[in-house]
């Protein structure tokens, strides 16, 4: 297995565990790092607790054991002004979820002006250029409801940047979008990455986090089995339950007896 | 007939209108904020409060408001609280609208998706501004109607107000009768006042209700 730690970490997890309030295990003990300006893709099969763990780091679940660092600062245990740590860390979801009370502007500008108190002449600048680097320049008063589902994303993306967090989570943000509109979301997360913004990015498109992770995790059963480059994971997986996962995603022909297509 | 018993009868009304509506807008903007208050507790599943705010709403929505306004008027004296008619009118209107505007934030509440609330967390708010902003705004919009509905129900109920005798609408009209039986001429005036009274609020609520809808479901 690969190096867990690296340098400089922005982000260290510590054997955290969480358990959902029925009792289902959704993390057991996961360990790892993250180093400024790396992106790390969390890839695995569907209920392997990438989402709980992502919902962990930004305190929407509430973990049962381990630690979680935030440069250096632990952000895990009582008393933990998650409202502070959620300014730094960002987060999209899977689900486009764009205030929809609120025009694309109005989307962008809540956060600074509500949360972080920032003059609106300085938010509405920052936001119309994010905008035009998303492509969106001209939708800025656009209602949520008139965007296409890639559009929204664009924006959910952006609303996150408009904090200038320290790390951005992205859990599976094309995976309700029709495939045309896939490409237009990753090049924006491709382009974030070029700028060396940390991300932390669950997804299943397999040949996008081959093209921008610098470390691919591969996770099963709430833990991490598997880390390495993206060159290592996907031309040799080191795990069965990562080849038969690496398997599900190519098509070539009827199913073969007798173990992974190699 | 008479148009001049009408014309005289005219300051009186208006006077009486005046108190009705003053009654009336206390009496909603008592129970708004009651009623949002309990839907809070509800939808966040407060302990102790929220089986309060349970209680009460079955309590306040399934007595009259008559019975209400005696127990306040009559009954409180006797353990040692008196309360003057306006008071009472307010209180009680603001007992029967708040247990109305409860239900009706609350199910606007429920009909925001969960992840509205958890997006605004997950940008830096606090879950009481994450409420603020996000999840009230858009359960306005929802509830709306409900919201409307209730305030007109409400005013509407201030006629029964005279029970703890208030100069209102219904009394000065009882009292004209009762002094000249001049009903018609009355009653007449009692109506157009309603009138007067609800469709501008009608009128308003339709109008802001489309305001509150326009963001997110369109015109
Ligand atoms: N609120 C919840 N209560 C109980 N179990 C849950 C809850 N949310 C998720 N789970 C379970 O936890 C496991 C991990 O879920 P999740 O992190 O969403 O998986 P993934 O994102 O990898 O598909 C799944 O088995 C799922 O059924
Ligand atoms: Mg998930």
Redesign the pocket.
Known sequence: MAQLTSDNPILQLEDVRQR???G?V?LDGVSFDVATSEVVAIV?P????????LRCVNGLETIAGGSIRLDGQVITGPGVRWELIRQRVGMVFQEYELFPHLDVLGNLLLGPLKVAKEERTEATARALGLLERVGLADRADAWPRQLSGGQKQRVAIIRCLMMRPELLLLDEITASLDPEMVREVLDVVAGLAADGMTMLI?THEMSFARAVADRVLFMDAGRVIETASPERFFNQPATDRARQFLAMFRFDGPPQRGGAPS | MDVNTLLDYLPLFAQAAVLTIGIAAMGVACSLVIGLLGAIYLYFRTPVLRQFFAVYIEVSRNTPLVVQLFFLYYALPKLGLVLSSAVCAITGLAFLGGGYMAEAWRSGLEAVPPLQFRSALSLGFKPIAALRHVALPQAMARAAPALTANTVFLIKETSVVSVVALPDLVFVAKDLIGASYNTSEALTLLVLFYLLILLPVALAAAALERKLRHGEFGT
Do not use: E, I, R
């Open positions: 959902y309030p029925n289902h959704g695995g569907s209920g392997c607790g990438k989402s709980t763990l669950v």
